[in-house]
């Protein structure tokens, strides 16, 4: 539990600075401060049993069949990381609070800062791969936030697109190497996945799996060639570059070397692979960090270039270079985070960073210069600081190395390593020496001071670290060290000696090396800069970046334009083609033919109406430019399609249809009274050639389709409803029993579905202005309501209610119901409306639509409700028999309570549909009897 | 096998009406495209009803006298069915209208397609 | 003897429909459509009581009640836009 509260617990307080804020920048900054305190005493809490070597564990199960558990663990190696995170997270929330100006919105610094702690803490201590993964596209999401901060920075905004699609890019390749490692493992849980080292090694997919796996973790750690997009991150906040590029973000790829070094690692593809991609980028960063005039600019390439060292030493793949690795993990974290937030100072203090402009600031801010000379000793690999010891633990170990890069020259590692540290001691005493001594420079756009005790305090805890840890490592690093160099290895590590003096040996020569070459390398810089500014070609990688960007966007642009040309009709044929070459495929292959069936006989009236089905199918296909008539033979379809209804043993459908072919006929007149009576004749032959080759296409894959259906057997799940129906739902119409009872809530679904259309219909209609350029024509007659008509249709009316009635009470029991007796009370309404007008009906009858339809799903919700009073789940229905005097025996049923819901819907529905639209009509031709109509 | 039985008339008459409704719903006008929904509606409704194979002069009403039942389910289904169609079908004609109000036409071809 | 009145009646009632559609096809006028789908509305009906008499069974006489009503609606909607356009004013 505790363990999900340290990662939620700054995922969920986000919230609080942002809140906090409207109070001022200090409660913003202390509300940050007090949830990462939390989260850190709680992981403090964890220490004595992680020490102890156990490792506390959580776990809920998410979707076990996929093997997705949302499973956290603290191991020595989760811990140190998560310590570092909270520990300089802290620091950085101090510095910040200093830092940031009046203008920069502070309380969403935090959110996202706290934001990204969040996922941080998720990445290291997940248990599982996907958790894990789903966390590691976080922090890229969350760094895309803080790096792209200052919003008016053209090149923050850049910066923090680039490193989004780098980081989000190599998550995704990530993504298939975990999916293919689960395979591969069959678990996705880490801890189990670490067991099995031997036999993933062993599989096949395990030089893929790797590949992919490694491009994730060397986008996220800026390893040559991805090592691009860090240097334009540094257009972000000092604070954020200082967390992002120390302890957290960049180190997530580190950590998931060391995360999976148990099951990874040892192989001679791992060691190519990983040290070839370290090493590159250790020597070329290094290089390239000396040439930078930017002070952050310098800090970044020298970041990348101890990443690369870090991933060489995970890359050797010995227990001993992993256990340096972690070490230097540490170490890195601690100067890197003070050198930034000392590059930070000078550019708040004297406004530039640019070190060819800074000179001799040592008189204004000693403290920033003690400060400032202490982390880039560490960084440089001097005796009694951090650095010193776990950069000659990495020349012990390269010198040491199993595998050859190139087969007899077994010196080219050592090599590269020694020239690595000689560039690095260059621009540790660059960074140093150019911008605190010399003269005093004059043109500072700030004169320089040191700045508040708030901003060089966590600078100072960082920097005293580097000098404790450098003088008895033992005693400060050594426990920690140990726990998580055990977790990273899976097994005890083997001996190292965390001392200062190893005697006279290979790395001690390294070293010194190193600093006498590095010295001169200083004294020599503006011919190393020279030369790498010169007559070098250096590709630019933001260039090729943006390049390959916009080829990309043109390219999916031109895609999108050449299959989207904004014929809808087109995207239908398209859809419309794929359907039928999905639907024909089972046929061709055989996969699905026609089975025995049972072959019902034919007979001569039904061939009759299937002859008249299908010629007014395909006439209403040929003639649909002539409308009236079309709309006449569409009806002759749904006729016929009632016929067979009534045929095929299903009279609710025949009745259903026949009622809503009705309808139907009289919503298309109402709208072709809107609309030109013909349609004009545009479609090329081509056109019509393709369409009409389209539709037989689709036509014969349907009819194959349902042929084969209808002779192979069924094996239905109706047995049930037709034993069920009487003693369960009271009824012996076994369809509305269905609709009523067993699936109650699909119909209350349904008449929503109807209620929504119905209003939405009224909504589209009431803000509908006809223009008068329509020219709703002059009619041929001028009696609006013939006589004859007016009465014959009101003394049908009495009579339609009360077959509508009738169809209704007897529903349960046989054909009819709710739905059928709405429409059939809709149609008796709706001529009244044609016959006599919507005046005159309106006053007779219901007014008030909306409120008939809200009715109508109320009551039926109600019924479901009411089940609940009893004691029984939604919608249950309940029926009993009563015996009344005279009447005899009678039924009563809540099922009846539904459907009156139900009709209820169906009325006010389609009336609303219908009325509406018949109001209709020009602006300035307004009939004067409508006016007053409520719909 | 037979192929002059019941079976065939409702495959080849859902086919029909399907082959009829793709080819409306490909012209560029509205109104066609409405009438082919209608007949796409009709053709998707008897398809789900012949899902539960066919019966002749049958009912689905329990009663002491009946030796068989046609299948109720795919009926229940498809009544609602058609209903909804209906109300999907009024949705469609009154967004016509309001697109020919709103855009002058009833061509839903885009610029692409034919007409223009 | 009822089964030979029953083929009759089917056959004249075939015959009936069929005609029906040619009169609805050939118009000239939407006015002879109409009619020619008013009767086929009619000729249903007879149809659906012949069905009826064959299996000797009322469950589809209601069918036959509302086809004669909507029939009827349908008639009327059609005839009213022929002659005024708008059918609900």
Known sequence: ?935 | MDFLVMEMLVATGVGAMAGAGVYLVLRARTYSVILGLALLGYAANTFLFASGRLSVGLAPVISDDALAYPDPLPQALVLTAIVIGFAMIAFAVVLMLRAHADLGTDHVDGPGGAGR | MLTFALTFGFTAMGLAMLLNIVRLVKGPDTVDRVTALDTLYINTIAVLMLVGIRIGSDIFFEAALLIAMMGFVGTVALAKHIRRGSIIE
């Open chain 1, 1 to 935: 539990m505790t363990l999900l509260l340290i990662v939620l617990l700054p995922l969920v307080g986000a919230l609080l600075p942002a809140w906090f804020i409207r109070w001022g920048r200090n409660q913003s900054a202390l509300a940050a401060g007090v949830v990462t305190g939390t989260a850190f005493a709680l992981l403090l809490s964890l220490s004595s049993s992680v020490f102890a070597g156990e490792v506390p564990r959580a776990d809920w199960t998410w979707m076990s069949s996929i093997g997705l558990s949302l499973a956290f663990m603290a191991d020595g190696l989760g811990y140190l990381f998560a310590f570092l995170i909270l520990g300089i997270g802290l620091l950085v929330v101090l510095y910040a609070r200093y830092y940031l100006s009046e203008k920069d919105p502070m309380g969403r610094f935090y959110a996202y800062l706290l934001l990204f702690m969040g996922a941080m803490l998720g990445v290291v201590l997940a248990d599982n791969l996907i958790v894990l993964l789903v966390f590691w596209e976080l922090t890229s999401l969350t760094s895309f936030l803080l790096i792209g901060y200052w919003k008016h920075l053209p090149e923050g905004r850049q910066g923090a697109r680039m490193a989004l699609v780098v980081t989000g890019g190599g998550g995704l390749a990530m993504l298939a190497g975990f999916i293919l490692l689960g395979n591969i493992a069959g678990t996705y849980q880490l801890s189990e996945i670490l067991q099995m080292g031997e036999v993933i090694q062993a599989h096949d997919l395990y030089a893929p799996m790797l590949v992919l796996v490694l491009i994730g973790a060397f986008t996220k750690s800026a390893q040559f060639p991805f090592h691009f997009w860090l240097p334009h991150a540094m257009a972000a906040p000092t604070p954020v570059s200082a967390y992002l590029h120390s302890a957290t973000m960049v180190k997530a790829g580190v950590f998931l070397l060391a995360r999976l070094f148990p099951a990874l690692s040892g192989t001679e593809l791992w060691f190519f692979l990983v040290t070839g991609a370290g090493a590159a980028t250790l020597l070329f960063a290094a290089y390239v960090a000396l040439t930078k005039h930017d002070l952050k600019g310098l800090l970044a390439y020298s970041t990348v270039s101890h990443l690369g060292m870090i991933t060489v030493l995970f890359g050797i793949g010995t227990a001993a270079a992993a256990v340096v690795g972690i070490f230097h993990i540490m170490n890195h974290a601690a100067f890197k985070a003070s050198l930034f937030m000392n590059a930070g100072i000078v550019d708040h203090e004297t406004g530039t960073r640019d070190i060819r402009r800074l000179s001799g600031l040592w008189a204004a801010m000693p403290i920033t210069g003690v400060l400032a000379i202490i982390a880039a000793a560490a960084m440089a690999g001097v005796p009694l600081f951090n650095g010193f010891l776990s950069k000659e633990m990495f020349f012990e170990q390269a010198w040491a190395l199993e595998y050859q890069f190139v087969e007899g020259v077994p010196w080219l590692l050592p090599a590269i390593v020694t020239l690595a540290a000689l560039f690095s001691v260059a621009y540790s005493i660059r960074l140093v020496w150019s911008v605190f001594f010399g003269p005093q420079a004059e043109d500072l756009p700030k004169p320089p001071h040191d700045p508040p005790f708030g901003m060089l305090l966590p600078v100072g805890i960082l920097a005293a670290l580097c000098i404790v840890v450098g003088i008895v490592p033992v005693l400060v690093a050594g426990p920690m060290l140990a726990v998580a160099a055990t977790a990273t290895i899976g097994i005890a590590p083997p001996e190292y000696s965390l001392t200062l003096w190893h005697g006279f040996n290979i790395p001690l020569l390294m070293t010194a090396l190193a600093f006498v070459g590095g010295i001169v390398a200083y004294w020599k810089r503006w011919a190393i800069i020279g030369l790498h500014e010169g007559p070098l070609p250096f590709p630019e990688a933001k260039r090729i970046f943006d390049g390959t960007i916009d080829r990309l966007a043109a390219f999916s642009h031109g895609t999108t334009a050449a299959l989207e040309n904004g014929s809808l009709q087109r995207y239908l044929a398209l859809l419309v083609g794929a359907a039928v070459v999905a639907m024909g495929w089972p046929f061709l292959t055989g996969s699905w033919s026609a089975g025995p069936g049972p072959g019902t006989p034919l007979d001569g009236m039904s061939l009759v109406v299937w002859a008249i089905l299908v010629g007014a199918a395909v006439a209403t296909a040929a003639l649909h430019r002539r409308r009236i008539l079309a709309l006449v033979v569409v009806s002759v379809v749904g006729l016929m399609l009632a016929l067979a209804f009534v045929h095929l043993s299903a009279p609710d459908l025949a009745l259903t249809q026949l009622s809503v072919e009705v309808v139907t006929v009289v919503l298309l007149l109402l709208a072709l009274h809107l609309l030109p009576k013909e349609g004009p004749s545009e479609d090329s032959i081509g056109r019509k050639a393709r369409d009409v080759g389209l539709a037989v296409a689709a036509g014969c894959a349907v009819t194959a389709m349902a042929w084969v259906i209808l002779t192979n057997p069924v094996d239905t799940i109706s047995g049930f409803h037709l034993a069920e129906s009487y003693p369960g739902g009271g009824g012996t119409n076994v369809v509305n029993v269905i609709l009523v009872d067993f699936r109650g809530f699909d119909t209350f679904g349904e008449i929503i579905v109807l209620a929504i259309a119905g209003l939405g219909i009224y909504a589209m209609i009431d803000a509908l202005g006809v223009p008068d350029r329509w020219k709703i024509g002059s009619p041929d007659d001028e009696v609006r309501y013939p006589l004859l008509l007016t009465v014959i249709t009101r003394l049908l009316l009495p009579l339609a209610l009360l077959v509508s009635m009738y169809l209704f009470l007897r529903g349960h029991n046989q054909p009819g119901g709710g739905f059928i007796a709405g429409l059939v009370t809709a149609v008796a309404l709706i001529l009244q409306y044609v016959a006599s007008g919507i005046g005159w009906t309106t006053d007779r009858f219901v007014r008030d639509y909306h409120g008939a339809i809200a009715l109508g799903v109320l009551a039926a919700g109600a019924t479901g409700l009411g089940a609940w009073l009893f004691g029984y789940p939604f919608l249950t229905g309940w029926f009993d028999y009563f015996e009344l005097p005279i009447i005899g025996e009678f039924e009563l049923a809540s099922a009846v309570l539904f459907d009156i819901g139900v009709y209820l819907t169906v009325v006010a529905g389609v009336l609303l549909m219908l009325v509406n639209m018949g109001k209709i009509r020009n602006a300035s031709a307004a009939a004067p009897d409508a006016a007053d109509g409520e719909g």
